[in-house]
């Protein structure tokens, strides 16, 4: 089992920044890759970004690209994720998600946080 814990979300002004942290406890987290999902109202969750367990390979969605970054420290069992030049759309729920492989990484089987609020307000 693996417990996580997302924290740092709140509300930020457009063209703001926030960092979301997902912290890990149970089972050695460095051998799962990680991601980002959020959930807007009203609409599916979906994917924002992930981290193979090195952190050597990350992959985001083309709606974060170039504004957002995910990265590990597995010395401190933590995921982040660094939101800059926030959009209201931007405006979610956002998950912890882990699971062995980053193809799968989205399944209702894998592990998840109970989600932090992230607003940004115009």
């Known amino acids: 089992q693996v417990q996580l814990e997302e924290s740092g979300g709140g509300l930020a002004q457009v063209g703001g920044s926030l960092r979301l942290s997902c912290a890990a406890s149970?089972?050695?987290?460095?051998?799962?890759?990680m991601g980002w999902f959020r959930q807007a109202p009203g609409k599916e969750r979906e994917f924002v970004a992930s981290i193979t367990w090195s952190g050597g390979d990350t992959n985001y969605a083309d709606s974060v690209k170039g504004r957002f970054t995910i990265s590990r420290d597995n010395a401190k069992n933590t995921l982040y994720l660094q939101m800059n030049s926030l959009k209201p759309e931007d405006t979610a729920v956002y998950y912890c998600n882990a699971d062995f492989i980053p193809r799968v990484l989205g399944r209702e089987g894998g592990y998840w946080g109970q989600g932090i609020q992230v607003t940004v307000s115009s």
């Open positions: 149970g089972r050695t987290f460095s051998r799962y890759a």
